[in-house]
């Protein structure tokens, strides 16, 4: 223990980095928890679509909307979002609700904009649409 102690001692910086980041970790989980926001793999995603009614949010812009998007997946880039511009969305606030972006980061923040908004079950695609394609799952494109 003396010498954990004195290895403390002499390696300040490198202590207070494990620290810092041992903090964020844990502050990352519990707020990960605590989010009324949840991940969803792509397979619990199908899941509620096909159990539950949800619907599919596709937060992209509507040119890469129309490369490649889930089956039918209403597309409500994230612009309109942050401007509460929900339009038919609007009918299905308690419906659960699956967001999905290109690689699932940008899907949070739109997310809670929604829960913030008064959406009661939303969820967001872990990976997106990257994770989505890259295990061979349907996508249809418009013209």
């Not at 129309?66 to 339009?87: R, S």
């Not at 908004?117 to 990257?130: A, P």
């Amino acid at each position: 223990m003396a010498q954990f102690i004195e290895f403390l001692g002499n390696h300040v910086y490198m202590t207070a980095a494990w620290a810092i980041l041992f903090v964020l970790l844990v502050s990352s989980y519990v707020s990960g928890a605590m989010s009324k926001v949840k991940t969803v793999n792509s397979h619990e995603m199908t899941m509620l679509v096909n159990r539950q009614n949800a619907v599919v949010l596709d937060i992209r812009k509507t040119a890469e909307f129309n490369k490649g998007h889930i089956t039918d997946a209403v597309n409500l880039p994230m612009e309109k979002i942050t401007k509460e511009q929900f339009g038919s969305l609007e009918k299905n606030k308690s419906n659960p609700i699956v967001v999905v972006c290109n690689a699932g980061i940008s899907a949070k923040t739109a997310a809670n904009a929604l829960v913030k908004s008064g959406f009661e079950q939303v969820t967001v695609l872990q990976g997106g649409m990257q994770t989505w394609t890259s295990a061979n799952l349907p996508v249809i494109k418009s013209k």
